[in-house]
């Protein structure tokens, strides 16, 4: 299974939802909060482009010298239909400065040092060393993940229902007023996550893992190719 450290850094440099909060900072729209770029540094630091008349930088420009604590808070929602569609949360708290100078013009670049850091998601709920952070490497799929859920479930939906054969007893009785919807998740380079859906009651995930870790798209179609396979055996 990926770290705690390595979920938390591809969440960090995905395109999910983020916000930065600062104790005592109050805005009037909640996405003045959300940076407009995020990066991660050579340190684990991480890098936060906000417009210069944004609230954050305000208070970050006017603590120059003082300590100010920060937390980025980000939400993942899973790219297709299905439900409990919040997959983790991730958290990363630290002291935030400002860094003129390495924005282009009407934007300002934050810098929040990482002092801790957090991620509750669909493997459970970890807290995360900021030198594994900073060592870790996003998925090589995170990239891709958003789209290639959304074509499997668009494009595929009957081959990934098959997939509830290679569930034993808790695949039911398979008749039609008992069929599993079969929902893909989550993806990364171990495997795939499904979530079965009995109609409109219970649900539940069923993770299928690759026989090695795939390194790009090519290898990802081979995997999902010997995946299918096996649940038409």
């Given at each position: 299974m990926?770290?705690?450290?390595e979920?938390?850094?591809?969440?960090?440099?995905?395109?999910?939802?983020?916000?930065?909060?600062?104790p005592?900072?109050?805005?009037?729209?909640?996405?003045?909060?959300m940076?407009?770029?995020?990066?991660v540094?050579p340190?684990?630091?991480?890098?936060l482009?906000?417009?210069?008349d944004?609230?954050v930088?305000r208070?970050?420009?006017?603590?120059?010298?003082?300590?100010?604590t920060?937390?980025?808070?980000?939400?993942?929602?899973?790219?297709?239909?299905?439900?409990?569609?919040?997959?983790?949360?991730?958290r990363?708290a630290?002291?935030?400065?400002?860094?003129?100078?390495?924005?282009?013009?009407?934007?300002?670049?934050?810098?929040?040092?990482?002092g801790?850091?957090?991620?509750?998601?669909?493997?459970?709920?970890e807290?995360?060393d900021?030198?594994?952070?900073?060592d870790?490497?996003?998925?090589p799929?995170a990239?891709?993940?958003?789209?290639?859920?959304?074509?499997?479930?668009?494009?595929?939906?009957?081959?990934m229902?098959?997939?509830s054969?290679?569930?034993?007893?808790?695949?039911?009785?398979?008749?039609?007023?008992?069929?599993?919807?079969?929902v893909?998740?989550?993806?990364?380079?171990?495997?795939?996550?499904?979530?079965?859906?009995?109609?409109?009651?219970?649900?539940?995930?069923?993770r299928?893992?690759?026989?090695d870790?795939?390194?790009?798209?090519?290898?990802?179609?081979?995997?999902?190719h010997?995946l299918?396979e096996?649940?038409?055996?």
């Open positions: 990926p770290s705690a450290a979920r938390t850094r591809t969440l960090v440099q995905s395109t999910c939802s983020a916000a930065l909060l600062v005592g900072l109050s805005v009037i729209h909640p996405d003045q909060l940076p407009t770029d995020r990066s540094g340190e684990g630091d991480l890098f482009c906000f417009p210069v944004s609230p930088v208070a970050a420009t006017r603590a120059q010298g003082d300590e100010l920060a937390v980025l808070e980000i939400t993942d929602v899973a790219p297709v239909s299905v439900p409990h569609r919040i997959r983790g949360r991730a990363i630290g002291w935030l400065t400002a860094v003129p100078g390495l924005a282009r013009p009407g934007r300002m670049m934050l810098r929040l040092e990482t801790e850091a957090s991620v509750d998601d669909l493997w459970g709920c807290e995360v900021p030198e594994a952070f900073r870790a490497v996003a998925d799929l990239e891709h993940e958003a789209e290639m859920l959304q074509h499997l479930h668009t494009v595929h939906s009957g081959r229902a098959t997939l054969t290679l569930l034993g007893d808790r695949a039911g009785c398979g008749c039609a007023e008992h069929r599993l919807d079969a893909p998740v989550a993806l990364d380079r171990f495997g795939l996550r499904v979530r079965f859906v009995e109609g409109t009651r219970a649900c539940f995930d069923a299928f893992d690759f026989p870790p795939v390194r790009d798209i090519s290898e990802l179609r081979r995997a999902m010997i299918f096996a649940a038409s055996c």
